[in-house]
């Protein structure tokens, strides 16, 4: 609650602020955005990203889908993100977390994105993948055969419980 506060409060006050700034510059029609007003904008970016961070970005990505676009999708972000960081010289760390159907993400045996998986691992140290202990469970049940993962998995008792913590502890949460 406190936090979806403090986001909707940031969103009204920068909406205000650029609908105020524009009706007021003169120099664009209410509702549109003059030069003035994304020169200010992209000041602010500019603003953001020569800032000191000493703490990383922490970023948790839900995958709970067998569906190879989404897994894809996924491993953009990952990509996307950590080009970002690294391009304005701070740290991010990224968990994917794997549960349901989306555990075949981290499935040796029927992953469709585990070479590149193994690719990303290997250049990019602070992304970890998390098995769901649970649903590797249920598959070994249902399928009565163990379940292998891909090196790269560390297994988590709950998926959605690793998602809920890491939420608790600050972390940034997608869900594509």
């Not at 993400?105 to 193994?118: C, F, G, H, Q, Y």
């Amino acid at each position: 609650m406190n936090r979806s506060f403090a986001v909707f409060t940031g969103v009204a006050t920068v909406g205000l602020t650029l609908m105020l700034s524009t009706q007021t510059s003169g120099s664009a029609p209410a509702g549109t955005l003059g030069k003035a007003t994304l020169s200010k904008i992209n000041a602010n970016a500019r603003m953001t990203a020569g800032v000191h961070r000493t703490q990383p970005h922490r970023l948790a990505i839900q995958v709970d889908v067998n569906d190879p676009a989404t897994m894809n999708l996924v491993l953009n972000n990952v990509s996307n993100t950590v080009q970002h960081y690294s391009e304005i010289g701070q740290k991010v760390e990224i968990e994917v977390v794997a549960f349901g159907p989306g555990l075949h993400m981290l499935r040796e045996d029927t992953s469709p994105v585990k070479a590149r998986i193994k690719s990303m691992s290997e250049t990019t140290p602070e992304l970890t993948f998390s098995a769901c202990g649970n649903t590797r469970e249920n598959m070994t049940r249902a399928e009565a055969k163990e379940i292998p993962l891909i090196s790269q998995a560390k297994v988590t008792k709950s998926g959605v419980v690793r998602l809920m913590e890491l939420q608790e502890r600050g972390w940034s949460y997608l869900r594509p």
